[in-house]
Structures are given as structure tokens and as C-alpha cells.
């Protein structure tokens, strides 16, 4: 459904919106074309942080530092860091799939805001820009992507402020991206669409969404302090002036800590739609789905200082923070028992989609369980800052988002393009990325138990055999990058017309042309009130899936 | 928040469904000023957190009067008030009284940041003399600067609610009543900061 | 079954901790030890799941259809919310336990009127901001800790003895005997490490923070700097040596006589 009072605007606009190609670096106001901008200029940094990540592990190769010189380290590492949390899992888990799905799944024609939409994803490219060219203009901020004081006050200003700026700007993006989507979701959903009819990604866009604009605001305001701190030498984080570094912790991991689930919890949506259709069954438990987002949203609010138990943090708040942060696990747990109850019983195609899924589920059950245990106020005083964390948070933000955004390119790649992609390297791709990312964060919980901290260019000789064992599986996972970058630039033309709806699905977007008409459907909207009625909807009402559908040929 | 076109329940099974696209800027807006809300209670946290935490050195100058704020705060009620005036009349088509009412508003708003700046300039410590003065002076600052994009938003919107001529009319009161929420929303986050900074 | 036990072997037996040298290094190797267990029955019972679903259930060759429409079972959901509620209650409740047989609970401040040295810990600015410690494990005839002063810079720790009034730039301590640091940094936040002591704390400018502990096994191990400090963090370290009360009382008496000298 359209807005009649700016439709006919709308639609002048959009023919004067370039077509081809052209789109994709225009100021164009279609989601779906947004959608794929924030998914390939995602991309872009994704593969420019892999290859900072790369340094790094080309650097803890040997035990001392020969690779770059250290303050160069500390830079590439705060811009791997940055880049990967700001610029490519935030944008593309929340901006990227959301822009593309929500208007599908509400039943609307686009955003709710489309101007500010584009607004949005065209902060995003100038402020990545911008962060890497302090590389080579200024020097990069060194004092990592936490960006702590009194370091970060201390190190080069230059690089600093533009960090500040850029992270600002990104944060700008967000916050306009989840008002967005929150107005969406609640305001242009079809009206006979009851909330508890949604698919699960709109609840986990919108929990998502509420953390975005409680929290990111709160950053911003934190980097301006330290901005003036930096530049106008008031003391607000600065000892030496009678300030306090820790109410900066305070306030950043305020922010920082529900950033984790504004990267995961979309993740946690997709992959409830990407499970049901290739298993063929009902998403298990959609009722305690929904809830469970709700309870981890609420929760999330109010766990950010089990980041502080060493900084001296009093022991009532470190008491709190501990059982708040233990009792997420309650909803988390919920969530992956409904997803193997999903399983359980369906007809699982085994693609590549779901190969990623159900490796996203194995390696979050690993960072959840070290997460609970970090959690413990005596626990994390031993392996705090440490590779253990280390290991911790990129079996959370890689085994489970990136995992989730692999998934789900392979899963709705048909409908951003018309085309198949090739299964057999998509399965070469999986086995490849899951092999690379164990070997290479699994050893470093040993690593961190056993005396190695991190955000370090050097250190005891005794690690170095475990941290090769660990560059080689990061080795591994950038050479898996290749066969799908093959994958997708020659699927784009070469692949298998895929269909209207090549995996028989039942949510909303594939109820339309693939790739779909600028105003998503070319007559009426479908009113999806069941998006997980598999086995109940009659089959004869969908069309058999075309032959050359990896859904077929799928359990060799 | 109101709406302004009535939304016809019956059409909206057809394809070309009228929607009110107002009420959702109005729901973007006031999505938008929870967020700007946020910012402003992640500084009343730092500065709370000062205040508990860290003792002001026995040399530092921190002292604030009250007079001063407190007409400010007399000011910004006023201005609500009248603000809210304005938009009454805009309703009943009265364009020549919004105006009005729209002036006295922003007359208002200019009084309380030349008062702000008066006062910005009587006081005994400055910027960066200690963390308590540097936590004023932001908090104080970033809510000056939202009267004064809310003040130049007022001169605007007087500008565009002329009759005949203007853009805002009874048909399109989005900018209007998006500028009094807005108006009402900076009004309130002072009224805040005026009990935790200078009332406790 | 095979799996409980399976995780309960693991747990016991693979050893994945530096070696232990401080009084609450034992109790930490307990949790740790039942954390790992625990994780290990979970993970692993997770993985069989899903691995075996996705084998048992996978498609195969000419199937079609859907799968069997089952939208819920309420007593299932009931039964994993109890799963990991009591699961996580349990961690919950022993940790705490672990966490006040460290001496994690008694407020900070106490500790510093336990020291001898009270005076000379409040003549800072007052506010003391503390770390686990434990110095409650120290047995009663040990009561006083030995107070050293910490100062942590960029890219060293210094440690200051009270008792001689010297600096040194390696920690000695004496075996089994209750040490309180009182640790302050001089430009940015570093942090005090010491892996066999499973002891952290963050040395933060401005605001002295204090680490009680008790060291148990004689040797030479790494103090670390954990938090990042700038470009050469990764080389900021120190040794702490662990010795017999009469070592400890040599070296005490040979660095006095030196830095007098040296006045």
C-alpha cells in the first residue's frame, strides 16, 4: 500500500531515479535498492577490515613485533575494530536485510521515511572514507575501537577526532535507520496485520531498533565529551584535570554493550526465516520467539558494566551486573532450543544457506557459553582483556552475524538478483570459512587463559606455535573469501534464473518477481498472516520449484 | 500529535490507500527526541556521577545563582504556553493571531538565550576550570543549542504561517506542530536540568 | 548419558590453566573447572542436536512436501526456559560463593583498616576503589599484609616498599604471607596482571585501586599490563618472584642499604 498523497510524487521521483546500474550509487529512495547499497558498501569494508585483520595475525605470527611498527598496530587494530562493528555488521545485519525485508514483510511499498533512508546509508560511505583516509593523511586513532581515556586523550589528536567524527556520523546513520524502522513496523503495517503475525525478523528489527535510539544517542553525547576533552582540554575524562575515566566506561559500554545485541539480534531474526523455509516446518515457538527478543532488549539495557569488573567497579554493582547479565542466557538459551526444535523433524535441505545457519548456531552456543562464564565476576577477573575475550566476542559477532549475513545472502540472494548462486561453492565456501574461523579463535581461549592479553604486538615466546595455528586459520577464512566473490559476481550473470520463488517460501518477499518491481508488488500487497505455515498451507497453491533448485539436488 | 487527514478506514482494502503521511513524521519525530532525550540523560548521568564521585578541588570556584535560572525557566514555561496558543489558533484558521502568538514565543526564546549568555558571562569559573564547571557549561550549551535551532525553527514557521502566502495552513500543520513538540520537548529537558543542576 | 560423562571427564581432566600460585588460584581452578564442565555438556549436547537433525532430517533424493506443521509444545518450552534458568541459576550461586571465598564481598575500605599501614592508605585522595582480594584467605597468625605501593606508567610498573622506602622495578614477595598493592597510574589506565595469580585489576589514574592476595608457590612469574597503554603495551611487563620469608628478607635488607646508600 502506498501513500496516495505522495504517491504520484513518489513515483515522479522514482523516474528520475537512474536505472541500471547507475541505481546503486545513486540518492536512490527504493529500499531494496538502499538495501543493497548498505549489503555491497558493507561488503567493501568487510573485505578492507579482513585485510587489517589480516595484518594483525601476520604480525602475532612470531612473539615480537617485526611486522609494522607498534603504534601503526594499535591503528590498524582500532580500525579493524571500528570498520568491522561500524561499518560492516551494524549496517548490513540491521541496514542492509532490513531495508530490503521489513517493507515486504509489513506489506508496505517502502519505508516509512524514505528520504531520511537514503539520508541514512549515505552518511555510512563519507564516514568510512573518512576514518580509513585518517590512516594515510593524520594517522589513524590508536587507542582501539573502546577508545578509552585518558589514552585516548593522550595519543594523536588527529586521528582521534576524526575517529570521534566518523563514529558520530555512523551513529547518526543508526539512529535514523532504527526510527526508521520502528515507524515502519508499527506505523505502515498493513491494516488487517496483527503484530503477532509478523515474521520474526520485523520483532528482532524492531527490538533492535528501540536499543539503537536508547542507547546510540548516548554514545554520541559520550564522544562529544571527549572531543571537548580532546581538543578543548576540559576534563571530563582527564585525571590530571579531576576528571573520571571510568564514568566514560560508564557511559560506553552503555552504548556498546547493547551494540552487541543490535549485531546479533537481527542476526537471531534472520535466521528464523531463513530455517523454516529450507526445513519445510513451522517456526518453532514463535510466541516465546517473540518474547525472548523482548526479554534480551530489556536485559540488554542493563548488563553493560560486566565489561568493568577489573576497573575497580564496587562490589554490589559488580554483583548486579553479574545476575542480569547471567539471566540473558535464559532467553538466548530459549531461542537456539526453538531453532533445533525447527530442525527437529522438518525435511532440511542441506544447502549452503543452512549450512551457515546451523553453523551460526554452533559456534553462538560456544561464545554464549564462554559469554556466561565471563560473566562470572571471578572468572573474568583472571581472563578480562585477555584473547580469551578475545576469542569470546568473535565467536559472538563473527560464528554468529557473519555467519548470519553469509546465510543470508545465500538464502536471499535469488531475489536481490534473479539468479541462482552455485551451491557446490557455496558448501566449499561454508566448509572452508567454518574450518578457518574455528582454527582460528579457538585456540586463543587457551591462549587467553594462559597469560596472553590482547590488543598486543608482542608477546611471551611460549604462545607462538598456538597463535600460528591461529594466523593459518585466518588464512584459511580470508582464501574462503574468494570462492564466494567468484560466487557472486559470476552468479550475477551466469547463474540459474532463479524463479519468483525459488526455495517455496511463504514470507511475503517471495511473493513477487525476483528481482521485484520498484514498488514491490505489481498490484495489491498479499496479506501474509501466516509466514511459517509450512505443512498446514496447501502445497498445490505455490509453484513446484524449478529443477535446477538446490533444494532438489540437495543431499548429496 | 495529532492527525490531520482522517484516515478512511473503509478504503483500505483497495491499492490506493490515504494515509496520513503526517502522523508517522510526527512518529518519527517524537521517535527522534526520545533518542535526543538519551543524549541529554547520558550527560545528566555524567554529571550526577560527578557530582557523587569525585570531590571538587578545595581551590575550584563552582557556584551558580538562582535568580537568573529561575526567570529562564519562567521564560521557557511562558514559551510553551504561548507556543501552544499559537497552534489553537492555527486550528481555528485564525493565522493572523498564530502569528502573534508565534512572535511572543520566539520573542520569548531569544529572552532566554540572551539571559543564558548574560549569565554565561557573569559567572566566577569558566570552561575548563574544573569538571563540575566543564559539565555545566556542555549541558547548558547543548541544550542552548536546541532553543536556538528551535528559535531560528519558530522564525520559520512564523515566516510560513502568513496568510495568504504561507505554507502552513490548516491542510498542512506538520511543521508547526512538529516545531511544538519539539519546543515542548526542549522545555521540558530544561526543566530537568534546572532541578539537577541548580537545585541540588 | 555418554555425553554427561563425557563432559564431566573433560571438566576433570583436561587442564587448560597456567600453573597456580596464590591462595585463590585453587578456588578459582574449582569454578573453573565446574564452568568448563558445564559448557562442555551444553556445547557438545547442542552440537549433536543439531548436527544429528541435520543428518537424520536432512532431504533426500526425490522427497518432496513439507515437513510436520508443529508450531509449539508448551511443556517443551517450559522445559528449556528451565533448562538454562537453572542452569544459569546454579553458575550463578556458586560463582558467588567462589566470589566471596575470594574476599570479593567485604567492602575495600575494610581491608585497608585491617592493614597496618591505615594511615598511609587513606593519605591519598581519600576514595579508594578496590579489586577482589584475598587477603581473608590469609590464615590468623599472618595477619598483617605487607603494603607495597604500585605505580604503573607508560611502560612500566614501579614498586615502591614502604618498609625500606625503595623502589624496585621487580615484585618480591615473600611465600604465604597476605600483600595488599595499592596501585595508582601515572598517565593512562593499565592493568596489573598476573596470570598464576588469576588476579587482575585495572591501574587507573586519579584513583588508587587496591589488589589484596596471598601468594603460595615460590617462583618467577609475569606481571602483565592488560589494558591497552599505547605503542609498546605489548612489551609493558614485569616479574613478580614468590620466595622463603628469608630470601625475601635479604633482598629487602640488600635494596634498603642500597638506596640509603644512594640518598
Same mark, same amino acid.
Given at each position: 500500500?502506498?501513500?496516495?498523497?505522495?504517491?504520484?510524487?513518489?513515483?515522479?521521483?522514482?523516474?528520475?531515479?537512474?536505472?541500471?546500474?547507475?541505481?546503486?550509487?545513486?540518492?536512490?529512495?527504493?529500499?531494496?535498492?538502499?538495501?543493497?547499497?548498505?549489503?555491497?558498501?558493507?561488503?567493501?569494508?568487510?573485505?578492507?577490515?579482513?585485510?587489517?585483520?589480516?595484518?594483525?595475525?601476520?604480525?602475532?605470527?612470531?612473539?615480537?613485533?617485526?611486522?609494522?611498527?607498534?603504534?601503526?598496530?594499535?591503528?590498524?587494530?582500532?580500525?579493524?575494530?571500528?570498520?568491522?562493528?561500524?561499518?560492516?555488521?551494524?549496517?548490513?545485519?540491521?541496514?542492509?536485510?532490513?531495508?530490503?525485508?521489513?517493507?515486504?514483510?509489513?506489506?508496505?511499498?517502502?519505508?516509512?521515511?524514505?528520504?531520511?533512508?537514503?539520508?541514512?546509508?549515505?552518511?555510512?560511505?563519507?564516514?568510512?572514507?573518512?576514518?580509513?583516509?585518517?590512516?594515510?593523511?593524520?594517522?589513524?586513532?590508536?587507542?582501539?575501537?573502546?577508545?578509552?581515556?585518558?589514552?585516548?586523550?593522550?595519543?594523536?589528536?588527529?586521528?582521534?577526532?576524526?575517529?570521534?567524527?566518523?563514529?558520530?556520523?555512523?551513529?547518526?546513520?543508526?539512529?535514523?535507520?532504527?526510527?526508521?524502522?520502528?515507524?515502519?513496523?508499527?506505523?505502515?503495517?498493513?491494516?488487517?496485520?496483527?503484530?503477532?503475525?509478523?515474521?520474526?525478523?520485523?520483532?528482532?528489527?524492531?527490538?533492535?531498533?528501540?536499543?539503537?535510539?536508547?542507547?546510540?544517542?548516548?554514545?554520541?553525547?559520550?564522544?562529544?565529551?571527549?572531543?571537548?576533552?580532546?581538543?578543548?582540554?576540559?576534563?571530563?575524562?582527564?585525571?590530571?584535570?579531576?576528571?573520571?575515566?571510568?564514568?566514560?566506561?560508564?557511559?560506553?559500554?552503555?552504548?556498546?554493550?547493547?551494540?552487541?545485541?543490535?549485531?546479533?539480534?537481527?542476526?537471531?531474526?534472520?535466521?528464523?526465516?531463513?530455517?523454516?523455509?529450507?526445513?519445510?516446518?513451522?517456526?518453532?515457538?514463535?510466541? %516465546?520467539?517473540?518474547?525472548?527478543?523482548?526479554?534480551?532488549?530489556?536485559?540488554?539495557?542493563?548488563?553493560?558494566?560486566?565489561?568493568?569488573?577489573?576497573?575497580?567497579?564496587?562490589?554490589?554493582?559488580?554483583?548486579?551486573?553479574?545476575?542480569?547479565?547471567?539471566?540473558?542466557?535464559?532467553?538466548?538459551?530459549?531461542?537456539?532450543?526453538?531453532?533445533?526444535?525447527?530442525?527437529?523433524?522438518?525435511?532440511?535441505?542441506?544447502?549452503?544457506?543452512?549450512?551457515?545457519?546451523?553453523?551460526?548456531?554452533?559456534?553462538?552456543?560456544?561464545?554464549?557459553? %564462554?559469554?556466561?562464564?565471563?560473566?562470572?565476576?571471578?572468572?573474568?577477573?583472571?581472563?578480562?582483556? %585477555?584473547?580469551?575475550?578475545?576469542?569470546?566476542?568473535?565467536?559472538?559477532?563473527?560464528?554468529?552475524?557473519?555467519?548470519?549475513?553469509?546465510?543470508?545472502?545465500?538464502?536471499?540472494?535469488?531475489?536481490?538478483?534473479?539468479?541462482?548462486?552455485?551451491?557446490?561453492?557455496?558448501?566449499?565456501?561454508?566448509?572452508?570459512?567454518?574450518?578457518?574461523?574455528?582454527?582460528?579463535?579457538?585456540?586463543?581461549?587457551?591462549?587467553?587463559?594462559?597469560?596472553?592479553?590482547?590488543?598486543?604486538?608482542?608477546?611471551?615466546?611460549?604462545?607462538?606455535?598456538?597463535?600460528?595455528?591461529?594466523?593459518?586459520?585466518?588464512?584459511?577464512?580470508?582464501?574462503?573469501?574468494?570462492?564466494?566473490?567468484?560466487?557472486?559476481?559470476?552468479?550475477?550473470?551466469?547463474?540459474?534464473?532463479?524463479?519468483?520463488?525459488?526455495?517455496?517460501?511463504?514470507?511475503?518477499?517471495?511473493? %513477487?518477481?525476483?528481482?521485484?518491481?520498484?514498488?514491490?508488488?505489481?498490484?495489491?500487497?498479499?496479506?501474509?498472516?501466516?509466514?511459517?505455515?509450512?505443512?498446514?498451507?496447501?502445497?498445490?497453491?505455490?509453484?513446484?520449484?524449478?529443477?535446477?533448485?538446490?533444494?532438489?539436488?540437495?543431499?548429496? | 500529535?495529532?492527525?490531520?487527514?482522517?484516515?478512511?478506514?473503509?478504503?483500505?482494502?483497495?491499492?490506493?490507500?490515504?494515509?496520513?503521511?503526517?502522523?508517522?513524521?510526527?512518529?518519527?519525530?517524537?521517535?527522534?527526541?526520545?533518542?535526543?532525550?538519551?543524549?541529554?540523560?547520558?550527560?545528566?548521568?555524567?554529571?550526577?556521577?560527578?557530582?557523587?564521585?569525585?570531590?571538587?578541588?578545595?581551590?575550584?570556584?563552582?557556584?551558580?545563582?538562582?535568580?537568573?535560572?529561575?526567570?529562564?525557566?519562567?521564560?521557557?514555561?511562558?514559551?510553551?504556553?504561548?507556543?501552544?496558543?499559537?497552534?489553537?489558533?492555527?486550528?481555528?484558521?485564525?493565522?493572523?493571531?498564530?502569528?502573534?502568538?508565534?512572535?511572543?514565543?520566539?520573542?520569548?526564546?531569544?529572552?532566554?538565550?540572551?539571559?543564558?549568555?548574560?549569565?554565561?558571562?557573569?559567572?566566577?569559573?569558566?570552561?575548563?576550570?574544573?569538571?563540575?564547571?566543564?559539565?555545566?557549561?556542555?549541558?547548558?550549551?547543548?541544550?542552548?543549542?536546541?532553543?536556538?535551532?528551535?528559535?531560528?525553527?519558530?522564525? $520559520?514557521?512564523?515566516?510560513?504561517?502568513?496568510?495568504?502566502?504561507?505554507?502552513?495552513?490548516?491542510?498542512?500543520?506538520?511543521?508547526?506542530?512538529?516545531?511544538?513538540?519539539?519546543?515542548?520537548?526542549?522545555?521540558?529537558?530544561?526543566? $530537568?536540568?534546572?532541578?539537577?543542576?541548580?537545585?541540588? | 548419558?555418554?555425553?554427561?560423562?563425557?563432559?564431566?571427564?573433560?571438566?576433570?581432566?583436561?587442564?587448560?590453566?597456567?600453573?597456580?600460585?596464590?591462595?585463590?588460584?585453587?578456588?578459582?581452578?574449582?569454578?573453573?573447572?565446574?564452568?568448563?564442565?558445564?559448557?562442555?555438556?551444553?556445547?557438545?549436547?547442542?552440537?549433536?542436536?543439531?548436527?544429528?537433525?541435520?543428518?537424520?532430517?536432512?532431504?533426500?533424493?526425490?522427497?518432496?512436501?513439507?515437513?510436520?506443521?508443529?508450531?509449539?509444545?508448551?511443556?517443551?518450552?517450559?522445559?528449556?526456559?528451565?533448562?538454562?534458568?537453572?542452569?544459569?541459576?546454579?553458575?550463578?550461586?556458586?560463582?558467588?560463593?567462589?566470589?566471596?571465598?575470594?574476599?570479593?564481598?567485604?567492602?575495600?575500605?575494610?581491608?585497608?583498616?585491617?592493614?597496618?599501614?591505615?594511615?598511609?592508605?587513606?593519605?591519598?585522595?581519600?576514595?579508594?576503589?578496590?579489586?577482589?582480594?584475598?587477603?581473608?584467605?590469609?590464615?590468623?597468625?599472618?595477619?598483617?599484609?605487607?603494603?607495597?605501593?604500585?605505580?604503573?606508567?607508560?611502560?612500566?610498573?614501579?614498586?615502591?616498599?614502604?618498609?625500606?622506602?625503595?623502589?624496585?622495578?621487580?615484585?618480591?614477595?615473600?611465600?604465604?604471607?597476605?600483600?595488599?598493592?595499592?596501585?595508582?597510574?601515572?598517565?593512562?589506565?593499565?592493568?596489573?596482571?598476573?596470570?598464576?595469580?588469576?588476579?587482575?585489576?585495572?591501574?587507573?589514574?586519579?584513583?588508587?585501586?587496591?589488589?589484596?592476595?596471598?601468594?603460595?608457590?615460590?617462583?618467577?612469574?609475569?606481571?602483565? @599490563?592488560?589494558?591497552? @597503554?599505547?605503542?609498546?603495551?605489548?612489551?609493558?611487563?614485569?616479574?613478580?618472584?614468590?620466595?622463603?620469608?628469608?630470601?625475601?628478607?635479604?633482598?629487602?635488607?640488600?635494596?634498603?642499604?642500597?638506596?640509603?646508600?644512594?640518598?
Amino acid at each position: 500500500m502506498t501513500l496516495a498523497n505522495s504517491s504520484s510524487n513518489s513515483e515522479a521521483i522514482q523516474k528520475l531515479q537512474p536505472t541500471g546500474w547507475m541505481k546503486y550509487i545513486s540518492f536512490s529512495l527504493d529500499h531494496k535498492v538502499i538495501g543493497l547499497q548498505y549489503l555491497v558498501c558493507g561488503f567493501i569494508f568487510y573485505l578492507i577490515g579482513g585485510a587489517l585483520a589480516g595484518a594483525i595475525r601476520i604480525e602475532l605470527t612470531t612473539p615480537i613485533s617485526d611486522f609494522m611498527p607498534r603504534d601503526v598496530y594499535n591503528q590498524v587494530l582500532t580500525l579493524h575494530g571500528t570498520i568491522m562493528i561500524f561499518l560492516w555488521i551494524v549496517p548490513v545485519v540491521n541496514g542492509a536485510f532490513g531495508n530490503y525485508l521489513i517493507p515486504f514483510y509489513v506489506g508496505a511499498r517502502d519505508m516509512a521515511f524514505p528520504r531520511l533512508n537514503a539520508v541514512a546509508f549515505w552518511l555510512i560511505p563519507p564516514a568510512g572514507l573518512m576514518l580509513i583516509s585518517s590512516y594515510f593523511i593524520t594517522g589513524a586513532a590508536e587507542s582501539g575501537w573502546t577508545a578509552y581515556p585518558p589514552l585516548s586523550i593522550t595519543s594523536p589528536a588527529a586521528g582521534q577526532i576524526i575517529w570521534i567524527i566518523s563514529v558520530l556520523l555512523l551513529g547518526g546513520s543508526s539512529i535514523f535507520g532504527g526510527i526508521n524502522f520502528i515507524a515502519t513496523i508499527l506505523k505502515l503495517r498493513q491494516p488487517n496485520l496483527k503484530l503477532m503475525q509478523l515474521p520474526m525478523y520485523c520483532w528482532a528489527m524492531l527490538g533492535t531498533s528501540i536499543l539503537v535510539v536508547l542507547s546510540t544517542p548516548v554514545l554520541a553525547g559520550t564522544l562529544i565529551l571527549l572531543s571537548f576533552d580532546i581538543v578543548a582540554h576540559t576534563g571530563f575524562f582527564n585525571p590530571s584535570l579531576g576528571g573520571n575515566v571510568i564514568v566514560y566506561q560508564h557511559l560506553f559500554w552503555f552504548y556498546s554493550h547493547p551494540a552487541v545485541y543490535i549485531m546479533v539480534l537481527p542476526a537471531f531474526g534472520l535466521v528464523s526465516e531463513i530455517l523454516p523455509v529450507h526445513c519445510r516446518k513451522p517456526l518453532f515457538g514463535y510466541t %516465546t520467539m517473540v518474547y525472548s527478543i523482548m526479554a534480551i532488549v530489556i536485559l540488554g539495557l542493563v548488563v553493560w558494566a560486566h565489561h568493568m569488573f577489573t576497573s575497580g567497579t564496587p562490589p554490589w554493582m559488580r554483583l548486579f551486573f553479574t545476575i542480569a547479565t547471567s539471566f540473558i542466557a535464559v532467553p538466548t538459551g530459549i531461542k537456539f532450543f526453538n531453532w533445533v526444535a525447527t530442525l527437529w523433524g522438518g525435511k532440511i535441505s542441506l544447502n549452503s544457506a543452512v549450512l551457515f545457519s546451523c553453523g551460526f548456531i554452533i559456534n553462538f552456543v560456544l561464545g554464549g557459553i %564462554t559469554g556466561v562464564a565471563l560473566a562470572q565476576v571471578p572468572f573474568d577477573v583472571h581472563v578480562h582483556d %585477555t584473547y580469551f575475550v578475545v576469542a569470546h566476542f568473535h565467536y559472538i559477532v563473527y560464528g554468529g552475524s557473519v555467519f548470519v549475513i553469509f546465510s543470508s545472502i545465500y538464502h536471499w540472494y535469488p531475489k536481490f538478483t534473479g539468479r541462482m548462486l552455485n551451491e557446490t561453492l557455496g558448501r566449499f565456501h561454508f566448509l572452508l570459512t567454518f574450518i578457518g574461523f574455528n582454527l582460528c579463535f579457538a585456540p586463543q581461549h587457551w591462549l587467553g587463559l594462559n597469560g596472553m592479553p590482547r590488543r598486543v604486538a608482542e608477546y611471551d615466546p611460549n604462545f607462538a606455535f598456538i597463535n600460528q595455528i591461529s594466523s593459518l586459520g585466518a588464512l584459511l577464512m580470508a582464501i574462503s573469501t574468494l570462492p564466494f566473490l567468484w560466487n557472486i559476481i559470476w552468479s550475477a550473470f551466469n547463474g540459474g534464473i532463479a524463479g519468483d520463488n525459488p526455495w517455496n517460501a511463504l514470507t511475503p518477499e517471495w511473493l %513477487t518477481s525476483s528481482p521485484p518491481p520498484i514498488e514491490n508488488w505489481e498490484g495489491n500487497a498479499p496479506l501474509v498472516t501466516e509466514p511459517y505455515g509450512y505443512g498446514t498451507i496447501n502445497q498445490e497453491d505455490l509453484v513446484e520449484p524449478t529443477p535446477e533448485s538446490p533444494s532438489e539436488e540437495s543431499s548429496q | 500529535m495529532t492527525t490531520i487527514t482522517p484516515i478512511n478506514e473503509d478504503s483500505k482494502q483497495e491499492s490506493t490507500v490515504i494515509e496520513s503521511h503526517a502522523d508517522h513524521r510526527m512518529f518519527g519525530l517524537a521517535a527522534f527526541l526520545i533518542a535526543d532525550g538519551m543524549t541529554f540523560a547520558g550527560f545528566f548521568a555524567a554529571y550526577l556521577t560527578f557530582r557523587a564521585v569525585n570531590p571538587l578541588p578545595t581551590n575550584a570556584i563552582y557556584e551558580l545563582e538562582l535568580l537568573l535560572p529561575t526567570i529562564n525557566t519562567a521564560l521557557l514555561l511562558a514559551s510553551s504556553a504561548t507556543f501552544h496558543k499559537a497552534s489553537k489558533y492555527l486550528k481555528q484558521t485564525k493565522n493572523g493571531l498564530c502569528q502573534r502568538w508565534l512572535m511572543i514565543t520566539a520573542v520569548l526564546g531569544v529572552a532566554f538565550l540572551t539571559s543564558q549568555m548574560f549569565e554565561y558571562f557573569t559567572l566566577p569559573f569558566g570552561l575548563t576550570d574544573n569538571i563540575y564547571a566543564s559539565t555545566f557549561y556542555a549541558l547548558t550549551g547543548f541544550h542552548g543549542l536546541h532553543v536556538s535551532l528551535g528559535t531560528i525553527m519558530i522564525f $520559520i514557521v512564523w515566516w510560513q504561517s502568513r496568510n495568504p502566502g504561507g505554507r502552513i495552513t490548516i491542510e498542512n500543520q506538520f511543521p508547526l506542530e512538529a516545531t511544538e513538540l519539539y519546543w515542548h520537548f526542549v522545555d521540558g529537558i530544561w526543566v $530537568i536540568l534546572f532541578v539537577i543542576l541548580y537545585l541540588l | 548419558m555418554g555425553l554427561l560423562f563425557g563432559g564431566l571427564w573433560i571438566g576433570q581432566n583436561i587442564n587448560l590453566l597456567p600453573l597456580g600460585a596464590s591462595a585463590n588460584a585453587p578456588i578459582y581452578d574449582e569454578l573453573f573447572k565446574v564452568l568448563l564442565t558445564i559448557g562442555t555438556i551444553l556445547f557438545l549436547g547442542m552440537v549433536v542436536l543439531v548436527v544429528y537433525s541435520l543428518i537424520r532430517f536432512r532431504r533426500r533424493p526425490g522427497q518432496t512436501g513439507d515437513g510436520a506443521a508443529i508450531e509449539g509444545n508448551l511443556s517443551l518450552e517450559i522445559l528449556w526456559t528451565a533448562i538454562p534458568a537453572i542452569v544459569v541459576l546454579f553458575v550463578g550461586l556458586y560463582s558467588y560463593d567462589i566470589y566471596e571465598r575470594m574476599g570479593g564481598m567485604q567492602p575495600l575500605n575494610h581491608h585497608a583498616n585491617d592493614a597496618s599501614s591505615h594511615e598511609h592508605f587513606n593519605s591519598g585522595n581519600g576514595r579508594i576503589w578496590g579489586g577482589i582480594g584475598s587477603s581473608s584467605l590469609a590464615t590468623p597468625q599472618q595477619s598483617a599484609a605487607i603494603p607495597i605501593d604500585v605505580t604503573a606508567m607508560q611502560f612500566a610498573f614501579l614498586f615502591h616498599y614502604p618498609k625500606g622506602d625503595f623502589i624496585s622495578g621487580e615484585l618480591h614477595l615473600p611465600k604465604n604471607q597476605p600483600v595488599t598493592l595499592r596501585m595508582e597510574s601515572k598517565d593512562v589506565i593499565h592493568a596489573f596482571w598476573v596470570p598464576e595469580f588469576r588476579l587482575k585489576q585495572d591501574v587507573i589514574p586519579g584513583q588508587p585501586t587496591i589488589l589484596n592476595f596471598t601468594p603460595t608457590k615460590t617462583g618467577r612469574y609475569p606481571i602483565i @599490563c592488560a589494558e591497552l @597503554c599505547g605503542p609498546y603495551h605489548g612489551g609493558m611487563r614485569s616479574t613478580v618472584v614468590v620466595e622463603g620469608a628469608e630470601e625475601y628478607q635479604d633482598w629487602l635488607l640488600s635494596n634498603t642499604k642500597v638506596s640509603t646508600s644512594e640518598k
